[in-house]
């Protein structure tokens, strides 16, 4: 069922992706064109630390601790580096 | 700063990202170490834009490989996580080790290590990872279902602190050099440590994806990218990334394994004609 919802996610994120794009082209100045090309990178963006985390839940429940820390140390390190970034 | 994007420009990125598309389908790399020179000197892209397009479409390439079924049944999660962890601790340390290294020296032992793996895969191309189903993977291996053979394989990994020295090396010059790790990792992983060549790949193109994300989430925040190029470029990857899949399941490891020659040395001399 997760898969299927990536998947699905995968198809709106490209679909409202080729609508913003062609809307922009033939409305340059409209915000809302503007937003949802926005929205859609932004689902792109957030998908792969979305799937670390479903995977750390998975492992978590099925008691799978070390690579239940691996997903979880790796979030952290995400973070932190993004954060490092921003401030640099 | 760029502010407008032309129709010709959209569509020249559009084809830049759909052949770094088709390169992540089949080999597992990112495509951004073809894709800044394409829109920075091919195109006039400002460097930080370009960087920003180019991250956009890493996680493009991820998203699209780790979705599809193919690649699913050969990723790796618990290796893939493991080494991302190094990785991204070895992006950390190359933040400390800027400062000391040179660009010159830094990008002509990168261009040498590039030629050697590209030679080094190329002579190993026939040599393949696959165990039969019944032999026990152990803690980091493990099984898919082999297109090429039509059966079920297992694999073992083998020398894990050199595959973790690699993502190591891979983190510190994914900071120094903006690459993704996958043009260092999927080369060792198959040629040393016994992991598929569609293992290594499609593990890559998870990992590469999540170690793309706060970058470019820092590039959005911050203006630098624009909508219109990065949606061209991903709209590209999407298409080449399908068709990159759909090539690399028919094609037999060794001409994968001589593709990937190949690409390891224009990326080495692509270095070299990048030296101050």
């Known amino acids: ?88 | 700063v760029l502010t407008d994007v032309s129709l010709s420009l959209a569509l020249a990125t559009a084809t830049a990202g759909a052949l770094a598309g088709a390169l992540g389908g089949m080999l597992g790399l990112g495509g951004g170490v073809f894709l800044v020179p394409v829109l920075v000197q091919g195109l006039g892209v400002p460097m930080p834009q370009a960087v920003a397009v180019s991250l956009t479409t890493v996680i493009a390439t991820s998203n699209a490989i780790s979705g599809s079924a193919e690649a699913r049944s050969a990723i790796n999660l618990r290796l893939g996580f493991l080494l991302e962890l190094i990785t991204a601790a070895g992006g950390l340390v190359g933040t400390v080790v800027a400062f000391m290294v040179s660009d010159r020296s830094l990008m002509l032992t990168f261009s040498a290590v590039m030629a050697s793996m590209s030679a080094l895969t190329f002579l190993r191309r026939d040599m393949r990872n696959v165990l039969p189903a019944s032999v026990d993977p152990g803690a980091w291996g493990g099984r898919f279902f082999d297109e090429p053979t039509g059966v079920v394989v297992a694999y073992r990994v083998r020398r894990m602190p050199l595959a973790l020295a690699t993502s190591l090396v891979a983190g510190v010059l994914s900071t120094l050099l903006g690459l993704g790790g996958g043009v260092v990792k999927v080369p060792i992983l198959n040629a040393w440590c016994g992991v598929p060549m569609r293992v290594a790949s499609s593990t890559s193109a998870f990992m590469i994806g999540v170690t793309a994300t706060s970058g470019a989430l820092i590039y959005l925040g911050r203006g630098l990218l624009l909508p219109a190029l990065a949606a061209a470029a991903v709209l590209g990857v999407q298409v080449g990334s399908v068709v990159g899949l759909r090539l690399a399941q028919r094609q037999p490891p060794r001409r994968l394994k001589t593709l990937l020659s190949v690409v390891l040395l224009i990326v080495s001399i692509l270095m070299l004609r990048r030296l101050p």
């Open chain 1, 1 to 88: 069922v997760i898969d299927r919802i990536f998947a699905v996610s995968g198809h709106v994120s490209t679909a409202l992706m080729a609508y913003g794009v062609a809307a922009l082209w033939l409305h340059p100045d409209s915000w809302w064109a503007a937003a949802v090309v926005y929205a859609a990178l932004l689902v792109l963006m957030l998908t792969p630390v979305t799937r670390v985390i479903v995977a750390c839940t998975s492992y978590l429940r099925a008691g799978d601790r070390v690579s239940a820390l691996l997903t979880a140390g790796i979030l952290v390190v995400i973070a932190v580096s993004g954060w490092a970034a921003w401030n640099r």
